[in-house]
């Protein structure tokens, strides 16, 4: 069975600030995964994903994330962080079907 | 941009009514999905379908039907609806079957059963 786990329900950084968004997964096979963002109100919207090759991978918003095959880790980082960026992140897995974490809010103040 | 919109943002139902949810998408994606979000729990799937008249039971069907007739139309039916039904439901879609291909999101109707 394929599970996301992250660990944080919430971060915290100052805008202009390096963020980092923790995702750990677990999965037989090799894995697909993914970020989303959601706004208040909105649905989920589609950041980045990994499917083979480089381990970094760029998405939208200047986000990023970086593979860890030893450590099943996918975390989101962003060079400098924006108050626009405050949202709720899910990472998600999948094989067949798709798994979300739980979600991580991130706030990033001015 | 591929577009998926569900019939209402908000709804209010009493405790053992029938309740539709409806969902379209316009880029003719063959694979549809219904969620429901709730805080610390992340997305949970309910049903999920691959083509038309078309559906797989996801991890939390019971208390819920689905309907396939048209390849943009994905419906969620909520047989009677109990106050843990209470809940963010998400309708998504992607291109095809299979784990690399992201998904699409709706909206999200908020259902307050009452």
């Known amino acids: 069975a394929q599970s996301v786990a992250q660990p944080e329900d919430q971060v915290n950084v100052a805008e202009g600030n390096p963020l980092t968004v923790k995702c750990t997964y677990s999965?037989?096979?090799?894995?697909?995964l993914f970020w989303y963002v959601q706004y208040p109100n909105r649905g989920l919207q589609f950041l980045l994903k990994?499917?083979?090759?480089?381990?970094l991978v760029k998405g939208s918003y200047g986000f990023e994330a970086e593979f860890n095959k030893s450590q099943t880790s996918f975390h989101l980082k962003k060079p400098s962080a924006l108050v626009s960026d405050s949202a709720l992140y899910f990472c998600?897995?999948?094989?067949?079907?798709?798994?979300f974490g739980a979600g991580t809010r991130l706030t990033v103040k001015p | 941009d591929v577009k998926v919109t569900q019939s209402s943002r908000y709804l209010v139902k009493r405790t053992g009514e029938k309740v539709f949810l409806e969902c379209v998408q316009d880029?003719?994606?063959?694979?549809m999905f219904w969620y429901r979000q709730d805080p610390g729990l992340g997305l949970r799937l309910i049903y999920f379908?691959?083509?038309?008249?078309?559906?797989e039971k996801g991890d939390i069907p019971e208390g819920y039907s689905v309907s396939r007739e048209k390849k943009e139309r994905f419906s969620l039916i909520l047989e009677s609806a109990s106050t843990n039904q209470t809940s963010m439901y998400l309708c998504?879609?992607?291109?095809?079957?299979?784990?690399?291909?992201?998904?699409?999101f709706g909206p999200g109707t908020r259902l307050t059963v009452t």
């Open positions: 379908s691959y083509d038309v008249k078309m559906k």
């Open positions: 999965v037989s096979g090799n894995p697909y």
């Open positions: 880029m003719d994606h063959e694979n």
């Open positions: 990994y499917i083979t090759g480089d381990n």
């Open positions: 998600a897995v999948s094989n067949n079907d798709m798994r």
């Open positions: 998504a879609s992607s291109l095809y079957q299979g784990g690399s291909y992201e998904q699409y």
